[in-house]
């Protein structure tokens, strides 16, 4: 199972990726982001502010990594069927929206 992810970068801000601006759309492989799936997680760590965010992989179909100057969205889109309570936490300048979420950095971990 393949989970894509959808990375947007807002055009009134800059973003650096690896020293070097980055802008528009484009796929989480052409950066380096990679889904990780394990006992019904979905796991990826978002280059921008290097944060591991985990969520619940069952009926999960992508996930879109939105970046805002330092702020950083992950968000989980699930197939109708199985959107459920929805839940939001953040650390480190990333916020994740989707089932059962986990942010991980530099030790520290919040989850919903």
């Known amino acids: ?9 807002d055009p009134n801000s800059t973003t650096m990726f690896d020293g070097n601006p ?14 990780d799936i394990q006992n019904e997680r979905a796991t990826l760590t978002e280059p ?7 969520m619940a992989a069952i009926g999960l179909n992508g996930i879109n990594v939105i ?6 969205h992950v968000v989980g889109n699930y197939e109708p069927d199985n959107i459920t309570f929805r ?3 953040s650390l480190g300048g990333t916020a994740a929206v989707c089932n059962s979420a986990r ?3 530099a030790g520290e971990t919040v989850r919903s």
């Open 103 to 105: 942010l991980t950095r």
């Open 87 to 89: 839940a939001c936490a």
């Open 22 to 35: 980055v802008e528009g759309r484009f796929m989480g492989d052409e950066i380096g982001i990679t889904v």
């Open 48 to 54: 921008f502010n290097n944060v591991e965010v985990s």
């Open 67 to 72: 970046v805002n100057g330092e702020q950083v």
């Open 1 to 9: 199972m393949s989970i894509p992810v959808f990375v947007s970068i």
